[in-house]
């Protein structure tokens, strides 16, 4: 209690949406590692990696169409609603919806036209056309996820989320056991994907629409105008760039690496680089709960209540990156050997590169989202441009003598150059708040 009397309402308001998002990214870590160690234990090793190249063929596709809304809802729907504009924050909602709705289709027609005439150029073999064509459905399932949890946080009801997150991961946890029980294969544990992002993305979508008036939007559903400001139309511009490059960057790498080794290798990396990618997921919550209040202060003029709760969540997101990556980096061997067996051993090495670069960019996670939180966008994109073209000269350079453990060096440099590149404008964002100007 005592320590709560010293937060101000906005720290506490940060730090309640944090826990939230904390016990959503739990369920999330928790439903992935068992999806992951049961889908390993289905398919083995190469099984895996066919998995692991249509899975990322699917989100390779979608991600080079998508334009996820959810900053822009946060930045310009608080903005609208700080100024009395709550239809205006209606159009922008729906703007962002639409148009990742719309997107995700076309890039399902994409997916589809691709795999029929050209599948094997992407590593996808004629037995799992049929397969890769149904995983092409999940994208557009979850196109508003980003938007619906943003509504969610600025009404201050994400408990929805956490409750339809839970009813996601139990279903598709459960149906990956059943599969496995039943010697199941690909198709169905496929299927146990699709299944549980029907619940997630369309729960979602119910629950921001139903708190969307708490948070100020009013209309949401009164009116089809999706006439917005030309500032939330360049933002989104900026948002489509850097999701195109964070896209051929966050799957690139496996179809690359397909190339240059065989579906055994792939397998190795892709499942190393799932164990470090679930390392990213606590620090999630950290952005999601602050970036809101960034928004906020920034508008309002609250510039040193801004570098306030900045230093106490940069704060905390390098205390848990130095928890959170040091234990993994003591035990790895012995996690990979519970969690995917002996065949996976090949994975351990991997590991401990791919730590470096994971510790590199959550020690300051909580600070990466500080310049779109104000509606800049430019510095996010840079940032994910010099990571991209640094590790695809790696993937091309390395994988071919080093195999996956050269790939496992790109991921590392990938995301260290990012940091690298955005600490210049988020130093930057907090000297410029020193001069914000308080609103009454």
């Known amino acids: ?22 016990a959503i990214t739990a369920a999330q870590l928790l439903g992935g590692l068992a999806q992951m160690v049961i889908s390993a234990r289905i398919l083995g090793p190469e099984g895996f990696g066919a998995l692991a190249v249509i899975i990322a063929a699917a989100f390779l596709i979608h991600g080079l169409l998508a334009v996820p809304g959810g900053e822009a809802v946060t930045t310009f729907v608080t903005q609208a609603v700080a100024e009395d504009r709550p239809q205006e924050a209606s159009r922008i909602l729906r703007f962002t919806m639409a148009l990742s709705l719309g997107l995700s289709l076309i890039a399902y027609a994409f997916i589809a036209l691709i795999v029929l005439v050209a599948g094997s150029l992407l590593g996808i073999e004629n037995a799992h056309r049929d397969v890769a064509l149904m995983y092409g459905v999940v994208g557009i399932f979850r196109a508003t996820r980003t938007e619906s949890l943003a509504v969610l946080r600025l009404s201050d009801r994400i408990s929805l989320g956490l409750a339809i997150t839970l009813a996601s991961v139990l279903l598709r946890v459960a149906l990956l056991g059943i599969v496995w029980l039943q010697g199941g294969g690909m198709f169905e544990v496929v299927l146990t994907h699709i299944a549980g992002v029907v619940v997630s993305g369309a729960g979602m979508l119910v629950a921001a629409t139903a708190s969307a008036p708490r948070a100020g939007i009013t209309g949401f559903l009164s009116s089809l105008s999706l006439r917005v400001p030309p500032e939330v139309v360049r933002f989104q511009t900026g948002i489509f760039w850097r999701t195109t490059i964070a896209t051929l960057a966050y799957n690139m790498d496996t179809l690359l690496v397909a190339q240059f080794t065989g579906a055994a290798e792939v397998g190795l990396y892709r499942a190393a680089r799932q164990v470090t990618d679930t390392g990213h997921y606590p620090f999630q919550p950290l952005r999601d709960g602050v970036q809101p209040q960034y928004s906020k202060q920034w508008y309002a003029g609250q510039g040193g209540a801004l570098r306030r709760i900045s230093l106490l969540f940069s704060l905390a997101s390098f205390a848990s990156a130095v928890g959170l990556f040091g234990l993994l980096a003591i035990f790895h061997q012995p996690l990979v050997r519970l969690f995917l067996g002996e065949e996976f051993s090949g994975v351990a090495p991997l590991l401990l590169i791919m730590i470096a670069g994971a ?3 959550n020690s300051i996670s909580a600070l990466t989202v500080l310049p779109a939180a104000v509606g800049r966008v430019w510095p996010l994109l840079a940032g994910e441009l010099g990571g991209l073209a640094v590790s ?10 080093h195999g996956a453990e050269g790939a496992a060096w790109a991921n590392t440099a990938y995301y260290s150059v990012i940091a ?3 600490a210049p404008f988020i130093i930057s964002t907090l000297r410029q708040s020193r001069h914000l100007r308080q609103k009454r």
């Open 392 to 401: 695809i000269a790696l993937i091309v350079w390395l994988v071919p003598l």
């Open 359 to 361: 510790f590199v960019i």
């Open 420 to 422: 690298l590149i955005m």
């Open 1 to 22: 209690m005592a320590l709560t009397r010293l937060l101000s309402t906005s720290d506490r308001r940060a730090a309640r949406q944090t826990l939230w998002m904390g």
